[in-house]
Nanobody, 124 residues
Framework: QVQLVESGGGLVQAGGSLRLSCAAS????????MGWFRQAPGQEREFVAA????????YYADSVKGRFTISRENAKNTVYLQMNSLKPEETAVYYC?????????????????WGQGTQVIVSQ
């Protein structure tokens, strides 16, 4: 069992930056690939970024490539999402997810555990 707690969301102006964190419980964090997803009101949950259990492989949605960076610190049981040049249309609840296994996947169906989410609001 893995419990995930996101933090770092908030209100930011367009063009600004935020760094999301996801703290995981348990001693086997390094055996989980991790992902970030987001869901805006009335929209489906969409993939944002993912990272393999070692951190050696990362994956991004085309819409965030070059602006967002996913990283992890296994010693701290934490995964991060650095978000730069944020856009108003990226206003959403951002969720952290964990998947037991080496490689990350981009489908939300591939993840076993989810956090409660953290709200990100990007103003004009």
């Amino acid at each position: 069992q893995v419990q995930l707690v996101e933090s770092g969301g908030g209100l930011v102006q367009a063009g600004g930056s935020l760094r999301l964190s996801c703290a995981a419980s348990g001693r086997t964090f390094s055996r989980y690939a991790m992902g970030w997803f987001r869901q805006a009101p009335g929209q489906e949950r969409e993939f944002v970024a993912a990272i393999s259990w070692s951190g050696g492989s990362t994956y991004y949605a085309d819409s965030v490539k070059g602006r967002f960076t996913i990283s992890r610190e296994n010693a701290k049981n934490t995964v991060y999402l650095q978000m730069n040049s944020l856009k108003p249309e990226e206003t959403a609840v951002y969720y952290c997810a964990a998947r037991f296994g080496v490689e990350a996947v981009t489908s939300h169906w591939g993840y076993d555990y989810w956090g409660q989410g953290t709200q990100v609001i990007v103003s004009q």
